[in-house]
């Protein structure tokens, strides 16, 4: 199986209760903790209601993630297509492509909050048109071929043509998709990677990469399992109980959010804390190194291989423990699917192999000692 990438996906689950200037300061140390550890890639939702998921502009949070960290790739996770004005987006984001040199990645999507678009007086049902329009105008504009003219009823683009290109040879962009095929059919289409959200089941990935390379081929694109990006909510501990009991902080809130406008559980919700982690453990992890490395390989066996699992921060724990939680990631999960830890055993293997040489080199170093204070003896004595 390939290396896998690894990313941190901030929505965020902002607790309404705390302190929204704090809130967005523990965003950026976390990105710069992530970036410390060795993550690859840090990822910033856009939405505008709800009082949790407070983050605007992600392109805001990736200036400055950008100034304070090193390494470290900066996604847009996902801009919502149809609520901004596709030339504008396109130019905003070639800025900060240049602004980060070349870290950006860019997530496309249609939004995911109904009271967002209700806001902007826009029809729900329209908003997976409206994004295929904006996408479709996006990747012809960075052709960079003839002026580009569009006319619907929702934008208008009269000969536009950008006037940058981006710092890195291509955006790295990826399509929003969840479980119904648009959003492969819609990366496949314009040689798009994929950052697919809720995804768990047998049958559901593979679908998915089916769709995603059947469309491809189909308009002369390629579909690379190393542009697609899967997301999966991961928290753990030094022990199941201990991530239990962590979660006890704001778990009941994050899910009381989520649940009202993408519902995770069908039918009674537990009113226990216990009750509430077992069922959504079915969909997430919060538990153990040994238990995130388990789903990790269920994911990509159903997949068959994925470029990046991006790990979705619940916020469900104090912004420490957090933390920590990542730190475990990176020294016991990360090693086990990068490639590091099979070669690292390897060369533990090798040398026992060897073993045989090691006892000749010991004895021989030894004789050499022993050599030298033999004649530093005799030096001694004539002297």
Do not use: C
């Not at 040879?169 to 798009?192: F, K, N, T, Y």
């Amino acid at each position: 199986m390939r290396p896998l990438r690894f990313g941190v996906e901030i929505f965020p689950y902002h607790s309404p209760l705390h302190n929204p200037t704090l809130q967005f300061e523990e965003d950026i140390d976390l990105a710069v903790h992530l970036d410390r550890l060795g993550f690859d890639e840090m990822w910033f939702g856009e939405h505008h209601s709800t009082g949790w998921e407070t983050i605007a502009s992600p392109e805001l949070m990736a200036v400055a993630v950008a100034e304070r960290t090193k390494h470290i790739k900066i996604g847009l996770g996902v801009t919502s297509i149809p609520y901004h004005h596709p030339f504008m987006l396109a130019d905003r984001i070639i800025q900060l492509d240049h602004i980060t040199r070349g870290r950006v990645i860019w997530g496309m999507g249609t939004g995911s909050v109904a009271q967002d678009a209700s806001m902007l007086g826009l029809d729900t049902r329209e908003l997976r048109r409206m994004s295929e329009e904006g996408v479709e105008a996006i990747a012809r504009l960075l052709e960079y071929g003839d002026p580009v003219t569009r006319k619907t009823d929702w934008f208008v683009m009269n000969e536009a043509a950008l006037q940058l290109r981006p710092y890195s040879r291509d955006l790295d962009i990826r399509v929003a998709g969840m479980i119904s095929p648009s959003g492969p059919r819609l990366a496949g289409r314009h040689g798009h990677g994929l950052f697919q959200f809720a995804a768990m089941g047998e049958g559901v990935l593979s679908n998915t990469w089916n769709v995603w390379e059947e469309t491809a081929q189909e308009y002369g694109q390629v579909a690379s399992r190393d542009r697609w990006s899967l997301l999966h909510h991961i928290y753990i501990a030094e022990t199941e109980e201990q991530a239990r009991e962590d979660v006890k902080w704001n778990l009941r809130g994050v899910f009381e959010s989520l649940q009202s406008t993408t519902p995770l559980i069908r039918g009674d919700v537990p009113s226990d804390h216990d009750g509430l982690v077992d069922e959504l453990n079915n969909l997430m992890v919060i538990g153990t190194p040994e238990m995130a490395i388990e789903r990790l390989e269920t994911l990509q066996r159903q997949s068959g291989g994925v470029g990046t699992v991006i790990i979705g921060n619940l916020e469900a724990a104090e912004p420490e423990k957090v933390k920590k939680s990542f730190e475990l990631f990176a020294r016991h999960v990360m090693p086990h699917f990068n490639g590091q830890k099979d070669l690292r055993l390897q060369a533990v293997a090798r040398k026992e192999a060897f073993g045989e040489n090691a006892s000749r080199l010991a004895e021989a170093q030894a004789n050499a000692a022993a050599e030298y204070e033999a004649h530093k003896a005799v030096r001694d004595i004539k002297v």
